[in-house]
């Protein structure tokens, strides 16, 4: 038997990154997937991927930050695979760092909009539809940014990523009793685009892989994996968590 066997589930942020190696590691274990991320052409490269390997996954392209987004991938998971089992909302930007005097309202409600008002949207399209199938399993990408690290230039995606671990504990108490499971994810830095775009020269590369017990960075797969035992039934007590896969940024000081 697969990990996932045949359930449904919607990743988004599945053009890159934890959210790409995520989905392929979910199709491998037999889920149908609803993809999201803003750039069709990189989608249709994860899905051609996918189906060659023999999963299911369909791509349906579009903003986070809009509410008739997040219905569209509940929709097309409800018509092209009956319902919606699994959603690792995971989509997320840094925005342009600069100390808090310095950030422009723009970045500040940019990335609001696309990591917290985001998930919100997610979450009350995604909540109903697994309500319909009897229980489901939510898990909201966060950071140890903003949780156990005050990251300087971080104002707007710290807040915002804090923010989703207040949303995961209402969502988990709320509906708990009706078998519903809501998770945060808390990664350390992770070897991505985003991630290699903050460790930008080898000097903050080092800074940043010292701040990590393990002194290195994670790859996308190791994040992915511990959203795989969020969304499986692997994880059947777990649920109101922040769960960090952090490789040690909470405990470390030297
Ligand atoms: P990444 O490779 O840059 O991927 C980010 C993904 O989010 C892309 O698929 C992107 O798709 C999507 N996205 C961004 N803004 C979007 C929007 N407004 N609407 C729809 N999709 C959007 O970065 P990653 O490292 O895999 O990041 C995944 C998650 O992990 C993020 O939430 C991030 O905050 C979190 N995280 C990352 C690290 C790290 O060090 N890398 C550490 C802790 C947490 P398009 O470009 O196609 O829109």
């Given at each position: 038997m697969t990990t996932l066997n045949n359930k449904i589930a919607i990743?988004?942020?599945a053009s890159s990154g934890i959210g790409r190696v995520a989905a392929e590691l979910f199709a491998r274990e037999d889920a149908a997937?609803?993809?999201s991320g803003r750039?069709?052409?990189a989608l249709d490269e994860v899905i051609a991927h996918i189906t060659a390997?023999?999963?299911?996954?369909?791509a349906v392209a579009g903003d986070v930050s809009d509410d008739a987004h997040a219905r569209a991938l509940v929709e097309t998971a409800i018509d092209r695979f009956g319902g919606?089992?699994?959603?690792f909302n995971n989509a997320g930007t840094t925005g342009i760092a600069a100390p808090v005097p310095d950030l422009s309202v723009e970045t500040w409600r940019e990335t609001l909009d696309t990591n917290l008002t985001g998930a919100f949207f997610a979450a009350r399209h995604q909540i109903p539809a697994m309500l319909a199938r009897g229980g489901g399993s939510l898990i909201f990408t966060s950071t140890f940014v903003g949780h156990t690290v005050g990251f300087p230039g971080m104002g707007a995606y710290a807040a915002s990523k804090a923010g989703l671990v207040g949303l995961t504990q209402v969502i988990a108490a709320e509906f708990g009793a009706k078998g519903i499971r809501a998770n945060a994810l808390l990664p350390g830095g992770t070897d991505t685009p985003m991630g290699r775009a903050v460790s930008n020269t080898p000097e903050m590369r080092a800074f940043v892989e010292g701040l990590h017990a393990l002194k290195r960075l994670a790859e996308p797969r190791e994040i992915a994996q511990a959203a795989l035992f969020l969304a499986s039934d692997a994880s059947s007590f777990v649920t109101g968590t922040a769960l960090l896969a952090d490789g040690g940024v909470s405990i470390t000081r030297t």
């Open positions: 990743v988004t942020g997937l609803v993809l750039r069709q052409a390997a023999g999963g299911r996954a369909v919606l089992d699994i959603a």
